[in-house]
């Protein structure tokens, strides 16, 4: 138990030490040295509750339609029998991954879209994410959906959910 | 004094270090000699990066096992697992390498392969009538108009059988020089026409560039035309020939119907990237032409003692031949071949063709230059780069004025070597490397065997520098090298599932099945983290034949699959992202044979795994599949 409070500490203080330095870009220059950093442990150390709704990714805004469109609903389905019935259920059973019975009223629009197209910094950064793979253990696999075939899966999700 | 301690300097390792997360600059591409693959590396840092199976069967991917790849290694003598490797060329536009193909020659059973560098894979095999021992190939012209194919070993052209005799080699046998043509937009090659020259043996072999465009040259040995004992009967003379080859000519001749159509019989196999199959058809005539009734499409060019290397510099003026018996390096210039040609400048004939020469076409010599010259590479300052297998070393030398300008020791008995680009009309330059036959105290022993070895050198400076030595796969013969940028950005990363049009494709789990035909048996299965669908089938039976088609429904870069069944006689299969492989099984007892997945993918798996049952001949067991059915999973939506 005291170990586990110390890495929670610390690996809170490497956060907003990360933070401090803007973040984890690609070529800053950052060094960090062993006797100041600990490890990593921001995926066993526990999780923060301030995760974004919209889930992190270039969707910030999804507009809904009613009626549902059909024709993406269509385009959807064969997406889904491609590239997604592998590992989910229209129902509420976990097969590989989650069942999708009610995704739309668990999730925002955006968080989908964004972890459809985004899947593995939704997995690395994003709480919601990381718990479900705590739960699955398998990683999504990202299939490289379009935006446009992204939002059909969103709209047979819908359908699915009984929206209109 | 040639030691560890000398060659080296303090700073070798620094310039080929290359930083965990960091790319090498380029590519390399070495043929696998014995092993019928190509390796490719990195440089500098010689790590290896793929290998590539060619001519020869790959357990670790499938190639030539599973159904799709098994027609690339069709011959018109069958089914041919393996192959002896020995040159490569990167296809050109306008004398530079593009980054589209890599050409690949078998020297056994006479192929030449194209690589496909989008995906690293082999996309082509065809194979050459006429020919005995693909050596001076694929050597190519600087738009890829035509990759080479030059016979090794004369033969009976038509293959008839024949008595083997000095008289009978004379009269029956034949030296084939083949120009296979290649698509300008698919790369799809045909062998276009072929040059029937006298019985000797074509070496190796370079296309002219720049102002010497439309010539080949072949170096040749036996010119004795002695067929036996060639280690002595082979080196009487003071001079073979390199044989100059006007290929516009031989067109022109081509379209004013000057060729004659022989019947034949060769193999094209191509690999169709929508389809992921191999196909095999079978060609029965090829165009030949006849340079003693041609007179003035083909010339001989004397050139000192049994020559191996004949190489072209990037200007394309300078042709540098390299007699393996010399203790010189003959040097000919192309506008005084030309010149000769015009002049009349010969000695004689042989065979019927014109001999030009040998001081009306020369440059001049480089001087006791080492002892066994082999090969010449460029770097595009006016330096030479020649590899000496006697007395292992390169030496560096200027063309313009035939002067040794340094000379490093190798480890040991140095065949090819390679400057990238070295070959080309714009060289890279920067390094050299060698590609060494024997590695005597090099590594560690590991049996009688060693690995054989390249060796990175600095050609930056003045003076060469030796920077790294690295172990090779099979007998590391020509190589080329291309900067990564070239290449890199093209790299297909996955297939696209939705343009998979395998006949026997599964898009989806929902459209996997099992199908009887007969005692033939479809099984349509897909493979996903971390899960084949089905993973239970029952109702085979002991004779059936079984092809499970198997397609990786994965979207993502790096992430194939495998699949092996217990008692299977042929391999696995590794199925790229998207793809669909397909694994003949042919069950010969009852049982259950248990299935999985080869190639670790993910925390499960190890659950990545299935059952066929397997009953007797005449078993009434009904055929039967799924996946999941027995116990129902757990909710967690609900979360």
Redesign the interface.
């Known amino acids: 138990m005291m170990n586990l409070r110390y890495l929670l500490i610390f690996s809170l203080a490497a956060l907003l030490a990360l933070a401090g330095c803007g973040g984890n870009q690609e070529g800053s220059g950052q060094e960090t040295s062993s006797a100041e950093a600990p490890a990593d442990n921001s995926l066993v150390a526990g999780k923060t509750d301030n995760a974004d709704p919209k889930g992190i990714g270039k969707f910030r805004d999804v507009p809904l339609t009613h009626p549902l469109d059909e024709a993406m609903v269509v385009k959807g389905r064969e997406i889904s029998?491609?590239?997604c019935?592998?590992?989910h259920?229209l129902t509420?059973?976990?097969?590989?991954g989650?069942?999708?019975?009610?995704?739309t009223d668990?999730r925002t629009p955006e968080w989908i879209m964004n972890f459809i197209t985004n899947v593995d910094e939704m997995l690395e950064k994003d709480s919601e994410a990381q718990a479900m793979l705590e739960?699955?253990?398998?990683?999504m696999?990202?299939?490289?959906?379009t935006d446009e075939e992204a939002r059909a899966v969103l709209e047979f999700m819908r359908k699915n959910d009984g929206k209109n | 004094m040639k030691s560890t301690e000398s060659a080296v300097s303090g700073d070798a390792a620094a310039k080929t270090y290359v930083a965990p997360g960091k790319y090498d600059e380029l590519y390399n591409f070495v043929s696998g000699g014995f092993n019928g693959q190509v390796s490719v590396y990195g440089l500098p840092s010689g790590r290896l990066l793929k290998l590539i199976p060619v001519f020869s069967v790959h357990p670790e991917n499938g190639y030539g096992f599973n159904e799709e790849t098994k027609p690339m290694l069709q011959t018109s003598y069958g089914f041919v697992p393996w192959d002896d490797q020995h040159h490569l060329a990167l296809s050109q536009t306008n004398g530079e390498h593009d980054g589209r193909w890599l050409f690949a020659n078998a020297n056994n059973t006479p192929r030449v392969g194209r690589i496909d560098l989008k995906t690293f894979k082999t996309a082509e095999i065809i194979e050459l009538p006429n020919s005995g021992g693909n050596h001076s190939s694929p050597f190519i012209t600087e738009n890829t108009e035509y990759v080479i194919a030059g016979t090794r070993f004369a033969i009976p052209v038509g293959n008839q059988e024949s008595p083997l005799d000095n008289a009978s080699f004379k009269k029956n046998f034949k030296s084939t020089a083949s120009f296979i043509s290649v698509d300008k937009n698919t790369g799809h090659m045909s062998v276009s026409f072929q040059i029937i020259l006298p019985g000797m043996d074509l070496d190796l072999s370079r296309a002219g560039k720049g102002p010497s465009h439309g010539w080949f040259f072949f170096s040749t040995y036996n010119t004795e035309q002695a067929s036996t004992l060639l280690e002595v009967n082979a080196s009487q003379k003071d001079k073979d020939f390199i044989v100059a080859v006007n290929w516009k000519k031989a067109e022109e001749y081509i379209k004013a119907g000057k060729g004659k159509k022989m019947p034949v019989e060769y193999y094209h196999n191509v690999y169709d990237e929508e389809t992921h199959s191999a196909t095999s058809r079978i060609i029965k005539e090829v165009l030949t032409l006849d340079p003693e009734e041609l007179k003035d499409m083909v010339y001989l060019i004397p050139c000192p003692k049994s020559p191996h290397g004949c190489d072209v510099d990037p200007s394309g003026e300078f042709i540098v031949g390299s007699g393996k018996l010399a203790a010189l390096i003959p040097v000919f210039s192309y506008q005084k071949l030309i010149k000769a040609i015009d002049d009349k400048a010969f000695e004689g004939e042989y065979n019927g063709i014109p001999v030009v020469k040998y001081e009306a076409a020369l440059h001049g010599e480089v001087q006791k230059p080492g002892l066994g010259p082999l090969h010449t590479e460029f770097d595009g300052k006016g330096n030479a780069y020649t590899s000496f297998f006697v007395s292992s070393e390169i030496v560096k030398w200027s063309v313009k004025d035939l002067k040794v300008l340094d000379r490093v020791p190798t480890y040991y008995s140095i065949g090819h070597l390679m400057v990238p680009g070295g070959d080309t009309k714009k060289p890279y330059g920067k390094y050299v490397v060698a590609y060494n036959k024997i590695t005597k105290d090099r590594y560690l022993p590991t049996g009688p065997e060693l690995a054989q070895s390249a060796q990175l050198y600095s050609i930056d400076g003045d003076k060469m520098q030796l920077l790294l030595d690295f172990p090779t796969i099979g007998e590391p013969h020509y190589a080329q090298a291309i900067p990564a940028e070239k290449i890199r950005e093209q790299s297909v990363k996955f297939f696209d599932i939705n343009k998979n049009k395998h006949p026997y494709v599964s898009l989806g789990e929902k459209a996997t099945k099992v199908v009887r035909e007969g005692n033939v048996v479809h099984v349509y299965m897909t493979a996903i983290r971390s899960h084949l669908t089905p993973d239970n089938i029952e109702g085979i039976q002991v004779g059936d034949e079984v092809y499970f088609h198997v397609t990786n429904l994965e979207q993502d870069w790096d992430i194939p699959h495998g699949f092996a069944i217990k008692h299977a006689p042929n391999a696995e299969l590794l199925i790229m992202p998207g793809e669909t492989n397909t694994l003949k099984f042919v069950p010969v007892k009852p049982g259950i044979y248990p299935f999985y997945c080869t190639d670790f993918c993910s925390a499960l798996h190890q659950e990545m795994q299935g059952y066929l049952r397997v009953s007797p001949k005449g078993s009434n067991v009904p055929l039967k599949w799924g996946t999941g059915e027995e116990e129902a999973a757990a909710p967690v939506a609900a979360r």
């Open positions: 029998d491609v590239k019935m592998s590992c259920k509420d059973q976990k097969l590989v989650p069942g999708w019975k009610g995704v668990r739960l699955c253990m398998v990683r696999p990202n299939q490289n959906l």
